[in-house]
């Protein structure tokens, strides 16, 4: 099993930035994939951005060079910096790891922009 607990969300201002983290912990290793995904209220859950172990990353267009994701395989945590955020950017983030045919989630964390 893997466990996965986000936290770094928050309330900030538009133009604002926050910085999440995604601790996992059990039977996590490199050759996961690991992602961000957010869910605002009403809406599908969409797909955000995700690293590889090797440090290959895809992202969502409407990331724009905003959001940046990274890992520390060492540490078994994932980032993703938030810089420029905007009140649609508002929605609980996620935090999903895949291997083959396992997918875990964590709980999520909100993020809210408004002034």
């Known amino acids: 099993q893997v466990q996965l607990v986000e936290s770094g969300g928050g309330l900030v201002q538009p133009g604002g930035s926050l910085r999440l983290s995604c601790a996992a912990s059990g039977n996590i290793h490199s050759n996961y994939i690991m992602g961000w995904y957010r869910q605002a209220p009403g809406k599908q859950r969409e797909f955000v951005a995700s690293?590889?172990?090797?440090?290959?990353?895809s992202s969502a267009d409407f990331v724009e060079g905003r959001f940046t994701i990274s890992r520390d395989n060492a540490k078994n945590t994932m980032y993703l910096q938030m810089n420029s955020l905007k009140p649609e950017d508002t929605a609980v983030y996620l935090c999903n790891a895949e291997y083959t045919c396992y997918s875990h989630w964590g709980q999520g964390t909100q993020v809210t922009v408004s002034s």
């Open positions: 690293i590889t172990g090797s440090g290959v990353i």
